[in-house]
């Protein structure tokens, strides 16, 4: 979309102000991991719920694929292309994608390989996602695309955005989802290092600044990811504490 368009960094106020709304937002996550004493279980959807989920997950991603198809069939029209910016962050999100996906299922391996398959399959999913989407939010106003600015950011962003979110639901599918204050804590950190990069105006990573706080960030978004399919830890003798429910994390985060 990058490379057909034109991506304004903030400057000024507005860069400011977008520091630090994220480090407000940064803040009380950090707290909500701090007030939160167990890891969490996720509701687990039943039978219906889950066709359902799938179902939206699979129109999101057609949606998007659609909107996008349709902008770029009027910019050819036009002939308004233009060559797509250098990307140097796709490989490192796939790189890193792959590795969680292996790490998750050998970390899940003894709850049986239907379990550890899935769960490596919806995590390494939702770890570009957990990156994706305040990151969509925050470049939104800031895409301009060369045809119908108005409708085509609302459509490109909005189904795009309805991806994010229907991936990163997938994760209750998982009976090994635990939210832990790692992963809180992890998410926290990603939205600290979004604030210093709003500092530099969050430009596109094509510098050496934007690239590093793009890849640290990433990086910090797979090990939130992770950090959801830890094993849990039982001592021999000692029941394995029970999780705190899920309304009084989100409330937390909320």
């Not at 050819?76 to 490989?91: C, G, K, M, N, Q």
């Not at 809180?184 to 530099?200: D, H, Q, S, Y």
Request: aromatic share 10%.
């Amino acid at each position: 979309m990058t490379g057909h368009g034109s991506w304004i960094s903030y400057s000024g106020s507005a860069g400011i102000v977008l520091a630090v709304v994220l480090v407000a937002a940064a803040a009380a996550v950090a707290y909500a991991g701090a007030r939160l004493p167990l890891p969490a279980r996720l509701a687990r959807p039943g039978r219906t719920a889950k066709i359902v989920m799938l179902a939206a997950w699979v129109l999101a991603i057609a949606l998007l694929f659609a909107c996008v198809a349709a902008y770029l069939t009027q910019v050819y029209r036009a002939s308004l292309e233009r060559t797509p910016a250098a990307d140097p962050i796709t490989p490192v999100t796939l790189i890193g994608a792959g590795v969680l996906f292996f790490v998750i299922a050998l970390a899940q391996q003894p709850r049986g390989w239907r379990v550890a398959l899935g769960s490596a399959v919806v995590g390494a999913a939702a770890a570009p996602m957990i990156f994706e989407l305040p990151f969509d939010l925050i470049i939104m106003p800031r895409i301009h695309p060369v045809i119908d600015p108005g409708l085509y950011r609302l459509l490109l962003f909005g189904a795009l955005i309805l991806v994010d979110v229907t991936t990163l639901a997938l994760q209750s599918l998982s009976p090994a989802v635990r939210v832990r204050r790692a992963t809180l804590w992890c998410f926290a950190g990603m939205l600290a290092i979004f604030a210093v990069w709003g500092l530099f105006g969050f430009g596109y990573p094509s510098a050496p600044g934007p690239i590093t706080l793009n890849v640290l960030s990433k990086i910090l978004a797979l090990v939130t990811a992770l950090t959801l399919f830890l094993p849990e830890r039982a001592q021999s003798g000692t029941p394995e504490p029970q999780a705190a429910a899920p309304s009084s994390v989100w409330a937390a985060v909320m």
